[in-house]
């Protein structure tokens, strides 16, 4: 049964002819370059898989094949896999995977040039003599472990950014059992040879949890260990050892009022004495160790200030280098002034290209008056017209009638006779 959750499987996994190819032989690459190429593509992939969700650092050639035995089979390409891996870096042999990484150029040139070669060359002749079992040999799944220790180094920032820890305390904090203790040692060599933490071993040994010091540092900025850092943590340790002891004295004091109060039921005056001298005793330490942790609070604080003035200053020189770059760009009030004064040249030349571009190509506005004033005198005429049938009609009537000339004789003087009329009249007519 493979060790993957089939919720975690990979599609062409699933699938029982592809599996099938899976686990055939690897043919050579030359004669068939396509299945070879997804062959070693997808066992790398479940490699990864295997190891992130079973939280696996490393593993050995024969581990896989139990880890991703099926149906009474076992993969029969896993040993080019792992020479593919190993070529391209995405695995290493544990054991070199667990040396630290020395610092000072003389170590380096020493152990690649001398150490190094030496010990290749002693354990290529042992692996031709004693002809071990390559399949047992391990390797550290160095994209799973890089993964991982980020993770690691994420959480112990939030809470514990550029202080000091022991292997031990990273363990308790994460409550990991003592059967974990390698895997942790793998995440936190990871970091260490990344830059991100600093290690210092207060004996020289084996990585135990008890003597390995380990500084967790700014995920953006590494600083190795120095000695403040390691009186930061003498006054942290002290502070808890007195804190301890003075709980402890508090409560022998405490015993010893309540045995003088039991010597005293029982008449027993003179122990009664000796119990309350022995308390006075015990609050005199009290308050001597008490001005100690005092001591050690202010001076941490001291300690706490300097190092937060430090990155203040830092923060304000990096401002000042920033200032200094950008006037360095030629940023002065003279090149300011002159900025403003071509920007103020652009916005009025921008302005007349706008007035030119609204100017009507023809002039007819001379046109639109007459027109407008026809318009106004139409409606003058309308309104002066306008009225009902009633009053306002006759009163316009007889105003039109007293703008009318009417040619009629005029009116005689003398009185005229019917006869005189008649013969007037029949004149008109002829």
Not at 65 to 86: I, W, Y
Not at 116 to 131: E, G
Not at 250 to 261: F, H, L, M, P, V
């Amino acid at each position: 049964m493979v060790l993957i959750s089939t919720d975690n499987l990979p599609d062409f996994f699933k699938d029982e002819k592809r599996r099938n190819v899976l686990y055939a032989p690897l043919r050579s690459k030359t004669a068939n370059p396509n299945d070879w190429n997804f062959k070693i593509t997808s066992w790398k992939q479940l490699i990864n898989l295997y190891c992130s969700s079973n939280k696996t650092y490393y593993f050995s050639l024969e581990s896989l094949k139990v880890a991703f035995h099926d149906n009474g089979r076992t993969p029969s390409c896993l040993e080019e896999v792992l020479q593919n891996m190993s070529l391209n870096k995405e695995i290493e042999p544990l054991a070199v995977f667990m040396e630290k990484k020395p610092k000072t150029w003389a170590a380096w040139a020493t152990k690649s040039l001398i150490s190094t070669p030496l010990t290749w060359s002693l354990n290529k002749m042992k692996n031709i003599i004693l002809s071990p079992e390559l399949s047992k040999l391990e390797y550290a799944a160095l994209n799973i472990i890089h993964q991982e220790a980020d993770l690691l180094l994420n959480e112990l920032s939030s809470n514990h950014k550029n202080e000091i820890l022991t292997l031990e305390e990273i363990m308790k904090e994460k409550n990991l059992e003592i059967n974990k203790q390698k895997d942790v040692e793998i995440l936190i060599l990871s970091l260490y040879n990344r830059n991100k933490v600093d290690i210092l071993e207060t004996q020289t040994g084996s990585l135990r949890p008890e003597n390995l010091l380990i500084k967790v540092c700014d995920p953006n900025h590494f600083e190795p260990i120095s000695e403040v850092d390691l009186g930061i943590r003498t006054l942290k340790a002290n502070e808890k050892a007195l804190e301890k002891n003075i709980e402890f004295l508090t409560d022998s004091a405490n015993k010893c009022r309540e045995e003088a109060k039991s010597h005293l039921v029982r008449g027993q005056k003179q122990l009664a004495k000796a119990s309350l001298k022995k308390k006075h005793e015990i609050e005199k330490r009290i308050d001597k160790k008490t001005e100690t942790l005092c001591n050690i609070n202010i001076l941490w604080n001291k300690l706490h200030d300097a190092t937060l003035g430090e990155e203040v200053l830092d923060s304000y020189k990096n401002a000042v280098k920033a200032f200094e770059g950008t006037l360095k760009k030629g940023m002065n009030t003279d090149a300011i002034d002159d900025t403003m004064v071509k920007v103020a040249e652009m916005l009025e030349i921008q302005s007349d290209m706008e007035n030119a571009l609204g100017r009507p190509v023809i002039d007819v506005d001379e046109d639109l008056e007459k027109e407008l004033e026809d318009l106004l005198a139409e409606d003058k005429f309308n309104d002066e017209n306008k009225g009902s049938p009633g009053q306002d009609s006759d009163e316009s009537l007889i105003k039109a009638m007293e703008k009318m000339e009417l040619n009629l004789p005029s009116v005689p003087s003398s009185p005229i006779s019917i006869g005189d009329l008649s013969q007037n009249m029949s004149s008109q007519v002829n």
